[in-house]
């Protein structure tokens, strides 16, 4: 059964995979599969974790250190007080940083683009967390915009996703993440337009890699 689904996906392939950047491209008999990898952002992974785990530890010092002070009931009052604004405030935030970093590292991504339409994998460890199809009739742009998570250490380099906009779902289905950088994100849109066989999508919507005064709505 496996060896029947390899040699099927085998041939659906017409070219050994490239990458530009962390995506790795396949040129597909009906069209091309645009993956993006498990561990593509780690550098912004290790950040969050560890700020999620400086803001855990701060708040767990605090808290022992409130337990311990509770030798009269204003004491104890104050400590809860304390514990309840700053303390215990804290330690839900680091873990929330924790959680998203774990999400980071460890999602992946499968688009699959042909003529017919778009469809989208998002995996989580190797599960499958989101599958999504858009045909190709209700794309009405591919939108570029700017992607926080993936923000460099300095602040320097700059991130994009890639949305395809439809008239039911506003905020459009993604179908690129963590491309770094104008360029790769242009190469990137263009290759999911040229493969919509939809041309006139490169001079519709708004794109945060462009300068906005070169953006055609």
């Known amino acids: 059964m ?4 390899e040699s099927r996906e085998g ?16 040129e597909l ?7 993006f990898p498990p561990l593509r952002a780690a550098a912004s992974a290790l950040m969050l974790a560890l700020f999620g785990v400086a803001c855990s530890i701060i708040a767990l010092a605090a808290i022992a250190g409130l337990v311990r002070s509770g030798d009269t009931e204003a004491a104890s009052m104050l400590a809860l007080a304390f514990a309840g604004v ?11 940083f924790i959680a998203v970093a ?12 042909t003529q017919d339409g778009i469809t989208t994998v998002r995996r989580w460890f190797g599960y499958v967390v989101v599958r999504r199809s858009v045909p190709s009739a209700g ?9 926080a998570k993936y923000m460099g250490a300095f602040g320097a380099l700059r991130y994009y996703r890639l949305f395809a ?4 779902l506003p905020r459009g289905v993604l179908v690129a993440d963590s491309l770094r950088g104008a360029d790769l994100t242009e190469e990137i849109r263009q290759l999911v337009i040229e ?12 794109q945060a890699h462009i300068a906005q005064d070169e953006v055609h709505d």
């Open 29 to 35: 008999v009906s069209g091309i599969e645009l993956y």
């Open 86 to 96: 700053f303390a215990l405030p804290l330690f839900a935030l680091g873990q929330v």
């Open 2 to 5: 496996g060896e029947g689904r």
């Open 195 to 206: 493969h919509l066989r939809l041309p006139a999508l490169s001079a519709a919507g708004v």
């Open 165 to 168: 906009r439809t008239r039911d």
């Open 139 to 147: 794309v009405n742009a591919i939108e570029s915009r700017l992607d």
């Open 102 to 113: 774990l999400w980071t590292a460890a999602n992946s991504l499968q688009v699959e683009i």
């Open 11 to 26: 041939e659906s392939r017409i070219s050994t995979p490239r990458h530009i950047g962390p995506v790795r491209i396949t």
